[in-house]
């Protein structure tokens, strides 16, 4: 994916998250009143201006074999919690962000999940809905026979992983009335057995315990994309720092993290600017 397409959608690369939020507020008839909503904020990364976020707001440096599609519920455009856009951050180049629509989904977005060229799955598992879906028990299977061969050795076709962005109750209504979605075989990240992963998604989206970001990362784990990973997790804990420390009031701490995305050898300088509303 070169850079001019990168730049050519409002759907993909570093500005694609606030460019789909400033849609949403565009759209919006009234305020979205959620926690903290006087607190001065950073307009890129959403947090506190005392705590942003930007400087640590790194690629990484490396293309990775999975494209994602982040279809987001329309409140999570505005909630400083989310973490669904550190996917996007930490992979702009890889990461589509669409708002969901239960009458009108995007057309960009459509031709995304019909395209040929790609092998699509959806990042939940099908017992969470009520209609029945078929389940991809490993993702590395998923359009290939054999659960030996690397996502990234094979160039064609190439692997999406759509992800509902949501509150588990969102989740499970924007699946059930998207019918464009119901053919995707679901991947149960818990169920993989050659890779035990480090908490159960399908637990834990029931529990609002563990987040987007933390989702995506457990999935790459299992694409054999370590690294990208670990950028994510990194990227995904300075977050968790600087909004637990903003909420407690509190200077967030500097973590290995931190210098991580500081001074690691990722090296890709941050595409984010603090910015004042
Ligand atoms: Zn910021």
């Known amino acids: 994916m070169n850079s001019r397409h990168i730049s050519a959608s409002p759907f993909l690369g570093p500005g694609a998250f606030i460019k789909q939020r400033q849609h949403r507020l565009d759209a919006a008839t009234k305020p979205f009143l959620a926690r903290g909503a006087a607190i001065a904020r950073c307009a890129s990364c959403l947090l506190a201006q005392s705590h942003c976020l930007c400087p640590w707001r790194k690629a990484f440096a490396k293309p990775i074999a999975v494209d994602f599609i982040l279809l987001m519920h329309r409140d999570e455009f505005l909630k400083p919690t989310n973490t669904g856009r550190l996917i996007t951050d930490a992979f702009p180049a890889s990461c589509y962000v669409f708002e969901w629509s239960r009458l009108t989904p995007d057309p960009a977005l459509l031709k995304l999940i019909q395209d040929p060229g790609r092998v699509l799955s959806l990042l939940y598992a099908p017992t969470e809905f009520s209609r029945d879906a078929p389940l991809a028990e490993n993702l590395l299977a998923l359009g ?36 464009w979605l119901w053919g995707l075989p679901c991947i149960s990240l818990s169920t993989n057995p050659q890779q035990p992963l480090k908490f159960q998604l399908r637990k834990a989206s029931a529990e609002h315990r563990f987040s987007t970001a933390q989702a995506a990362q457990a999935l790459l784990d299992t694409t054999q994309e370590v690294d990208a990973a670990t950028h994510l997790g990194h990227l995904f804990r300075v977050f968790q720092a600087h909004y637990q420390a903003s909420r407690a009031c509190q200077p967030y701490p500097l973590t290995a993290s931190h210098d991580y995305l500081g001074s690691g050898p990722q090296g890709a300088p941050s595409h984010f600017e603090h910015k004042t509303p």
């Open 144 to 179: 290939h026979p054999s659960t030996e061969t690397s996502v990234s050795s094979l160039p064609h076709p190439k692997t999406t992983v759509v992800i509902l962005d949501g509150t588990w109750r969102q989740a499970a209504r924007m699946y059930n009335h998207s019918q």
